[in-house]
């Protein structure tokens, strides 16, 4: 059974900081999300990678395949930024982590 | 840029009672899915659906929900005989091509409280 584990659970920075948030799974994927949750429940879709690395203006994920295990990590943390990260994959479904919960400080 | 909706935003429904969530894809998207977040816990995959019919369920997804495309624009959900642990937030996502080639753009929600 595959599992998706996030890791830390709950993270608070100030603004400014250099933020990562882990992701580590235990079987063969297809490719892996990042998903952002706003505090209303909306869901937005940040990336999909199967190797390598995306950016996308602050944010940039990785992901490495032999040791099943991605980041996000997002550069000069804003308020705005503060949301639940969540890290799915694509075993036939998605299956998805608990989720990583960031508060950002002005 | 084009979203995926989903009505009602709130629903509340009597135990036993059936729903309908109803979603609205992106209109050139071809694959479709429900997902559910109970309160506090991970968003869980339900059911995908492509070419008019079920491509995948989970062990959730059991007989008393099911899934349509009645035209060719809406996507919904029916719980038949509602029970207090439906109580969730349902989300409806599309993609234009299956799970492994595009991300999925996902609609807000429907929250659903059972009483």
């Known amino acids: 059974k595959n599992e998706v584990e996030q890791s830390p659970q709950n993270l608070t920075a100030q603004e400014g900081e250099f933020i990562t948030i882990n992701c580590s799974y235990s079987?063969?994927?297809?490719?892996l999300h990042w998903l952002q949750q706003h505090p209303g429940g909306g869901i937005v879709s940040l990336f999909m990678l199967s190797s390598g690395k995306k950016k996308h203006g602050r944010l940039i994920a990785t992901i490495n395949i032999q040791e099943k295990h991605s980041s996000l990590h997002i550069t000069a943390s804003h308020p705005r930024d503060s949301a639940v990260y969540i890290c799915a994959v694509t075993v036939g479904n998605l299956i998805f982590g608990k989720g990583t919960k960031l508060s950002v400080k002005p | 840029e084009p979203e995926v909706t989903q009505t009602p935003s709130h629903q509340v429904t009597q135990m036993g009672q059936e729903v309908i969530l109803r979603c609205v894809p992106i209109?050139?998207?071809?694959?479709f899915y429900w997902y559910r977040q109970i309160l506090g816990q991970k968003v869980e995959f339900l059911v995908s659906f492509y070419n008019n019919e079920i491509s995948e369920k989970s062990e959730i997804f059991d007989d008393q929900f099911s899934v349509e495309r009645p035209d060719g624009s809406n996507f919904t959900l029916k719980i038949r005989s509602t029970k207090l642990e439906d109580s969730a937030m349902y989300f409806c996502a599309s993609s234009g091509q299956g799970i492994v080639n595009q991300p999925q753009h996902f609609g807000d929600g429907t929250r659903l409280s059972i009483l």
């Open positions: 079987v063969g994927i297809s490719a």
């Open positions: 209109s050139n998207h071809l694959y």
